[in-house]
């Protein structure tokens, strides 16, 4: 008779009594971990090949590495959550993280070519935030608008309290 190995033996037992969904959130967290996981072997990795660059084109590597793991990170958290607000939120990310690529990338224009190069990474970053931010509100109508006004209320405010006299000073 072969013996089941002792630590899959206890992630059986722990898994048993999951119900579905549990066993699915089990899931889902593990593929979470697996694709953070991964992120980071690809971001170590771009970073060795990074170190053996030299000037401007190293921190420029090294920008786009950062950017990849940050775009897969946030990427691996919208899946696991896998609600609008979490997509919005990893599309984000991802803007923030080009716009950091981008300034590194404007810094190694010419002094003229760089003010340009700026901004025009900002109003990248912008139109897709902006972007995001639309399809969170068009595929969340449940939410009620921001711009609702609720009336004040009806009674009277009450007048201010008036202080206590101060005690009498003693001899």
Same mark, same amino acid.
């Given at each position: ?47 060795? =090949?990074?170190?053996?660059? =030299? ?31 979490? =997509? ?43 972007e995001a931010v639309r399809k969170e509100r068009a595929t969340s109508p449940d939410q009620a608008p921001a711009t609702k006004l609720v009336s004040p209320p009806s009674t009277p405010p009450t007048p201010p ?11």
């Amino acid at each position: 008779m072969r013996s089941i190995p002792w630590m899959a033996a206890v992630a059986i037992l722990a898994l048993a009594p999951l119900s579905g969904t549990q066993a699915a959130a089990a899931a889902d967290k593990a593929g979470q971990r697996k694709a953070l996981a991964e992120a980071v072997n690809v971001y170590n990795e771009a970073r060795a =090949h990074c170190r053996t660059l =030299h000037g401007q084109e190293r921190r420029v590597c090294f920008a786009e590495a950062r950017a990849t793991y940050r775009k897969a990170e946030a990427q691996a958290v919208a899946e696991y959550r896998d609600t609008p607000r979490a =997509h919005m939120n990893a599309e984000i990310d991802a803007a923030s993280a080009e716009l950091a690529l981008a300034r590194t990338r404007c810094a190694t224009k010419p002094a003229g070519e760089r003010a340009a190069c700026r901004k025009a990474a900002k109003e990248a970053q912008q139109q897709a935030v902006a972007e995001a931010v639309r399809k969170e509100r068009a595929t969340s109508p449940d939410q009620a608008p921001a711009t609702k006004l609720v009336s004040p209320p009806s009674t009277p405010p009450t007048p201010p309290l008036r202080a206590a006299a101060p005690a009498p000073a003693k001899p």
